[in-house]
């Protein structure tokens, strides 16, 4: 039976309040430690800090379409809609100056896992006999293993503090007819992060179906519709991002390998199976630093399901006491999906790459059902719960004692590379479980139980979250030791000091993302999903790209083709990058621990040539003389040598054989002669002026996009998809200005989609007013009510 909602935010605020200074306890140590600018780890210091300043700089720069500061130049929208652009987080962070980002990352944590508590007790208070209990049930969710495990990432931790409103304004459509705010949270939802929204419509689709099964929800022809009309007028308002970004990703090799055959059923390792029963009943272990399994895909992929101190005892007598209710359904069919491959894809629109991202969802019911345990002794006994919860943190010893043959052929006990680490976690997990059965014990059917047990989760939250934390920051203490000197200090310092004007950077054995705190286009780029055409290029010259950009500092022609004019290195890594660099780079300048060399063979980020080679030819070229073939000659399509190859030569045999160095300083002197007098980069693209002898084509070593559109004296040019992935532009002889401007590919359709949405949902919830009032007044005639009086 549904207990009717009475006051339903009575205790948000104070679960708000709980959670985020349980939160800011969690920080405070390595908040003082790092005097304000908290360092983690991994992707939180190389991507998590960098971003939040790079893109509030880029807004207030005057804003603007095209970010040259992310890899070779990519959109921003598309670039950074995954990371924050959609995020109300970081909209708010904006009211601070860039120079405050790293400083605020704590407090807008702390707010985040405020928000996330807030969410959790809306939904959960319409379950729960007590307010109290809902905070409680609120306060594990907030503080579950995934929240903690995913400030690690950041901006996952959004997610989790907006999907509990999502739920919450579902149940209230159905029970309460309320109209109007699911479509603001699924709108909320899709535009805060795409990828995410994907996993929640699978999940709001299992919750719907196990609810109506199971008799929770009643729904009728008119309910039904309108779920279904809010559900598409948030689709269509939330859509702002989302279009453009499914336009640019389609081609990104990340996002287009689905799973087949044996992957759709079965996972590659047998110690994926053992890592996911592992993920909910222990603390998460760090992201980069798996305790016990060393096969699967474990790294990285945000596999915990863990409840602060209860752990899975509350869920297991949950499921072992009730019988067809909806949340135990709901619970199945995600254990299920957790453990097929195909299923488990379904949260990523079938991509093959693993990840667990979307167990945030089950986890908030798996804390209303632990709940339910608690406020229902009579159905539901505890000890069913307790006894397999400890069988299975006990099994898992076994780990640390079988015996395993070394490399060497000699022997040790256990296979966990971190055994310490292991009994730490189990410490953990034990201590919790038998410190929350004492006070059950202790505080049962009495009213200081939720109190109690409330504190418990919130201290017990804070504890283990920051030995988490602890355990991934420390690790890389002596690695990141310099990061706050090179990026906020000397990197910000030297976008004061470097020369203005159009040229990219490098860098050398510094911190990831130092091009965002430069302020410059670097080749050494850390982000996931730039322009896809940068996917595509980086290959086919030899050079690895998957989630970051890193040629190696040997790849001389690929700096030059691409204009790369200064390389930064850390001080005392000088010596190292002369030895491997050669003589074309000569010392510039040193800012703190920084020193910068200049590049005397670059190209200027506009020039033509002479010859060409065709796709076809390029291919045969090896991948490892490709970059210095580049500098020789464009690779056009068969097509384009028809349309615009008119004015270059066709490469000859003996001309796609010869690419020692030498060669490469002639080449280098022709494209120099050819390129642009001046090139200016600005938010929305570039301006070229260029004089050429013929009509030809002036290329620019600018990863291609559809966005782009370009001009040459005014008059539109078509813009062409050149050298395995860069662009070019005909232009006729003489004087030449030419204009490549970006603006991103399905905006304007994604805007007018949101504001045709927009205006259909202020429809929608006027009708919706006018026949509650018609509602209201029948019932006033047909009961003989007064009717209510306007407010004085």
């Not at 703190?592 to 200049?598: D, T």
Request: proline fraction near 5%; glycine fraction near 8%; include cysteine.
């Amino acid at each position: 039976m549904i207990r009717p909602l009475e006051k339903p935010q009575n205790k948000y605020w104070l679960t708000f309040a709980l959670c985020g200074l349980a939160a800011a306890l969690m920080f405070l140590p390595f908040y003082i430690l790092d005097k304000g600018f908290f360092l983690y780890a991994g992707d939180f210091n190389s991507q998590q800090i960098a971003f939040y300043y790079s893109a509030n700089q880029f807004v207030k720069s005057g804003g603007g379409s095209f970010s040259w500061a992310t890899d070779l130049g990519s959109g921003f929208l598309n670039s950074y809609a995954f990371y924050l652009a959609g995020s109300p987080f970081w909209w708010l962070s904006l009211l601070f100056p860039a120079a405050w980002m790293p400083y605020l990352m704590v407090p807008m944590l702390c707010l985040k896992f405020a928000v996330a508590g807030g969410g959790a007790y809306l939904w959960m208070r319409r379950y729960t006999r007590k307010a109290n209990m809902a905070v409680l049930g609120a306060c594990m969710y907030a503080f579950s293993g995934f929240t903690v495990y995913n400030v690690f990432f950041n901006h996952f931790v959004d997610v989790v503090a907006l999907f509990p409103y999502l739920l919450w304004a579902l149940d209230a459509a159905v029970y309460e007819k309320r109209r109007g705010p699911f479509a603001v949270l699924v709108a909320l939802n899709l535009l805060n992060n795409y990828f995410f929204f994907a996993g929640q419509v699978v999940f709001l689709a299992i919750y719907f179906v196990c609810m109506v099964l199971a008799g929770r929800y009643k729904i009728n022809g008119r309910t039904f519709g309108a779920l279904a009309f809010e559900s598409l007028a948030g689709v269509g308002m939330g859509a702002i991002l989302a279009i453009p970004t499914m336009l640019s990703l389609q081609n990104n090799p990340r996002v287009s390998s689905f799973s087949e055959g044996f992957g759709l059923l079965l996972y590659s390792s047998v110690q994926q199976y053992a890592a996911i029963l592992y993920s909910f009943f222990f603390p998460p272990d760090c992201p980069y630093m798996p305790v016990i399994f060393d096969s699967g895909v474990i790294k990285w992929t945000s596999m915990t399901a863990y409840l602060p101190l209860v752990s899975m005892m509350g869920v297991l007598a949950y499921c072992r006491c009730k019988k067809g209710t909806a949340f135990k359904w709901i619970l199945s069919t995600c254990l299920v999906m957790a453990l097929v491959p195909g299923l488990n894809s379904m949260f990523y629109a079938m991509n093959s790459s693993y990840y667990a991202r979307w167990y945030y969802m089950p986890v908030l019911i798996m804390c209303a059902v632990t709940i339910y345990g608690l406020e229902h002794e009579d159905e539901v006994d505890l000890k069913k719960g307790l006894r397999p919860t400890l069988a299975v943190l006990v099994a898992y010893c076994a780990f640390a004692l079988v015996p395993t043959e070394t490399d060497d052929g000699g022997w040790k006990i256990g296979v966990m590379d971190y055994p310490e680490k292991f009994f730490l976690n189990f410490g953990i997990a034990l201590i919790g479980v038998l410190l929350f059965w004492v006070l059950w014990l202790m505080y049962k059917r009495t009213p200081q139980l939720p109190r109690r047990l409330t504190a418990a989760v919130l201290v017990f939250g804070c504890l283990y979250g920051a030995m988490h934390i602890a355990i991934g920051k420390f690790a890389q203490w002596d690695n990141d030791k310099d990061f706050y000197q090179q990026q906020y200090v000397d990197g910000r310092a030297l976008a004061e000091i470097l020369p203005e004007g159009a040229y990219r950077i490098d860098d050398y054995e510094c911190y990831d993302n130092l091009g965002l705190w430069v302020n410059r286009s670097d080749l050494q780029t850390f982000n996931s999903t730039v322009a896809p055409s940068i996917l595509e290029f980086y290959p086919q010259v030899g050079v690895k790209r998957d989630v970051r950009s890193a040629p190696e500092v040997d790849e001389y022609a690929l700096r030059g083709l691409l204009s790369v004019k200064y390389t930064i290195c850390p001080v005392d890594k000088q010596e190292e990058f002369e030895e491997k660099a050669g003589d074309n780079w000569r010392y510039w300048t040193i800012q703190g621990q920084l020193a910068v060399y200049e590049n005397t063979d670059w190209l200027p980020m506009a020039y033509s040539y002479d010859a060409y080679i065709t796709e076809e030819e390029y291919e045969e070229i090896p991948e490892e003389y490709r970059d210095n073939l580049l500098v020789r000659a464009i690779v056009l399509s068969e097509e384009q040598v028809n349309t615009w190859g008119g004015g270059l030569r066709h490469l000859t045999e003996a001309e796609q054989t010869d690419f020692d160095r030498a060669s490469y300083e002639e080449d280098l002197d022709d494209r120099q002669a050819m390129a642009a007098s001046s090139v200016e980069l600005d938010n929305w693209g570039l301006t070229a002026n260029i004089q050429l002898e013929n009509s030809t084509l002036v290329f620019f070593p600018v990863p291609y996009d559809a966005g782009f559109t370009a001009t040459v004296n005014g008059e539109e040019a078509p813009v062409l998809k050149v050298s395995g992935g860069l662009m070019a532009v005909p232009a006729s002889a003489g004087d030449n200005t030419i204009r490549l401007e970006y603006h991103t590919q399905g905006l304007n359709v994604s805007l007018t989609l949101a504001a045709v949405s927009a205006v259909a949902f202020a429809g929608y919830l006027v009708l919706c007013a006018r026949a509650r009032k018609k509602h209201r007044a029948a019932l006033a005639e047909k009961y003989h009510l007064d009717p209510p009086q306007p407010r004085q």
